[in-house]
């Protein structure tokens, strides 16, 4: 079943602007990653942030997790016309069952 | 170099047919999977090998049938293609089993059965 729910599906941003994706999940988690999948390409790893772990930043990106709210979010800062991709979380669950189950995604479109 | 290669990147193929999809990874990784992502963007695991050892085995038709001679590739053969097995089919590798690394994901094959 389908862990991750993406909100928005879609999201149109002008070049510059910041963009906010945002996942939700319901079991417990060892990790959530976040991929990048530009079209007609594979995914792309972004980060990934443990359950342990609040905040975490790479270059323009800053992912933070709320494990009480089970969610999550992705903030792309000062967006360019090359961040247009769909973006996914993609969650491990506590446990035994270690294998990354993938939400539906979001569409982000950056406007130049 | 191409971290996660898959051949080939585009089929198409009557239903009925049998056919096979190549993956192979140059990053030493232990782990490969095998991935189905259908026409809404929906990803979801098929198989996980470890070290050419099946280890997850999500509920896929026993026409699907993977295939590891080594921890570098993992080959995918389809057999009697439905309608319904249309779709983007993805190989990835990562570095150990227990979820803990990230994956790095081939370009995809897209499979359009007729």
């Known amino acids: 079943s389908q862990q991750g729910e993406e909100d928005p599906q879609a999201l149109s941003i002008q070049e510059g602007e910041n963009a906010t994706m945002n996942c939700s999940y319901k079991?417990?988690?060892?990790?959530l990653q976040w991929y990048r999948q530009n079209s007609g390409r594979g995914l792309v790893h972004l980060i990934l942030?443990?359950?342990?772990?609040r905040e975490k930043h790479s270059g323009r990106l800053r992912v933070t997790l709320d494990t009480s709210k089970k969610s999550s979010s992705l903030l792309i800062t000062a967006s360019r016309a090359a961040d247009t991709a769909s973006y996914f979380c993609?969650?491990?669950?506590?446990?035994?069952?270690?294998?990354?189950?993938f939400g539906s995604g979001t569409q982000l479109t950056v406007l130049p | 170099d191409t971290a996660v290669s898959q051949t080939p990147k585009y089929l198409v193929t009557q239903m009925g047919n049998d056919k096979s999809i190549k993956c192979e990874q140059n990053?030493?990784?232990?782990?490969m999977y095998w991935y189905k992502q259908d026409s809404k963007k929906f990803l979801k695991i098929m198989f996980s090998?470890?070290?050419?050892?099946?280890?997850i085995n999500e509920t896929v038709p026993n026409r699907f049938s993977p295939k590891s001679p080594d921890k570098a590739h993992l080959n995918l053969h389809i057999n009697s293609l439905e309608l319904g097995d249309s779709a983007v089919y993805f190989c990835?590798?990562?570095?150990?089993?227990?979820?803990?690394?990230?994956?790095?994901f081939g370009p995809g094959t897209r499979l359009t059965v007729t």
């Open positions: 990835a590798s990562s570095r150990g089993t227990d979820g803990s690394y990230e994956q790095y």
């Open positions: 993609a969650t491990v669950p506590s446990g035994s069952a270690r294998q990354l189950t």
């Open positions: 942030i443990r359950s342990n772990e």
């Open positions: 079991t417990s988690i060892n990790n």
């Open positions: 090998y470890n070290n050419k050892e099946l280890i």
């Open positions: 990053l030493g990784h232990d782990t």
